[in-house]
């Protein structure tokens, strides 16, 4: 009798997990939703969950928390790319909540809206019955979200309680809530930044093109390179010049870093990430350079 040996490939192996998740989430919750930023983590949950259901559309909505600090090129993308899959996008507008006097906009030269994302969050979940929320975190971006579990509970305020947590036997999740409770999900836990980019090339995925390394006029803050936007609170002491850099991550505008790169393609970003021993939030994102408890304590509130 011949014997066949059938191995899986790393990224065989991430991606069937990510899609089990997706489709156990699917089938346990009423309303469940996509948090999608156009950046490159959702970008992928996307194509998972694409892949999840087809040939049949994806059966849920995706949402954008919108801070109204966005680069445009990830809007366009991001309104273009839901398009082509028929998917119906929901926009949950940071500005409406500090309008509507739900939030108070920081002041000051290091102000963001970043933080602020979580009351208009929480509104949206709300406002829209979602019971569960796709959420793109992995496990290599800070401790804080390592703490994570896959199916994460969220109580009738939206907050995480790390101590308290559902035990996870292998593939086995706890979905039971009650009715104003939801639960983050996050199909990415066991992949890297790494996998994400070998996963783009072997899927042949689009990504908005600040991603790549571009001319862009910058200045520096507190030893990171932030794109000078209107919103971005330049001061006199902040000169601004013209570099060549890329984004690792996206979010929000004003605080999220550039690096200074040449890598223009995709095989020269691979290779560059694989280099790196800096992780991408530590370096390119400035509110998220805190210590691991002022993280923990962000995410107590509801934070992504």
């Not at 109204?68 to 909540?97: C, K, M, T, W």
């Not at 569960?132 to 971006?141: L, N, P």
């Not at 390119?284 to 107590?300: H, I, L, P, V």
């Amino acid at each position: 009798m011949q014997r066949c040996d059938y191995l899986l490939s790393q990224l065989d192996v991430l991606e069937s997990e990510s899609i089990h998740i997706i489709r156990e989430v699917a089938a346990e919750f009423e309303r469940p939703v996509l948090l999608f930023s156009g950046g490159k983590d959702s970008i992928v949950m996307l194509r998972l969950a694409q892949k999840a259901f087809a040939p049949a559309p994806i059966p849920f909505p995706v949402m954008h928390v919108d801070t109204g600090h966005n680069f445009p090129e990830v809007i366009e993308y991001r309104d273009r790319r839901v398009a082509e899959l028929g998917v119906r996008l929901v926009v949950a507008s940071v500005q409406d909540s500090i309008d509507s006097g739900r939030v108070v906009e920081e002041k000051g030269r290091r102000a963001s809206r970043n933080r602020l994302q979580t009351t208009t969050l929480l509104d949206a979940i709300e406002e829209h019955g979602f019971d569960a929320a796709f959420g793109g975190a992995r496990r290599d971006e800070e401790k804080a979200r390592a703490k994570e579990r896959v199916v994460s509970f969220r109580d009738e305020f939206g907050q995480w309680d790390p101590k308290n947590q559902r035990p996870e036997l292998w593939n086995l999740y706890n979905t039971r809530i009650t009715r104003g409770e939801h639960v983050r999900v996050f199909p990415l836990s066991n992949w890297t930044e790494l996998d994400i980019w070998d996963y783009v090339r072997r899927e042949e995925l689009e990504l908005p093109p600040i991603y790549f390394a571009h001319t862009r006029r910058v200045f520096e803050r507190d030893g990171m390179l932030l794109a000078d936007l209107p919103y971005a609170n330049r001061g006199d002491d902040e000169p601004a010049f013209e570099a060549t850099v890329r984004y690792r991550t996206v979010g929000d505008a004003s605080c999220t870093g550039a690096v200074k790169s040449s890598a223009a393609t995709l095989e020269q970003v691979i290779e560059e990430i694989a280099a790196t021993r800096i992780t991408e939030r530590g370096q390119t994102r400035a509110d998220d350079r805190a210590s691991e408890a002022a993280m923990e304590d962000r995410k107590k509130e509801g934070y992504f």
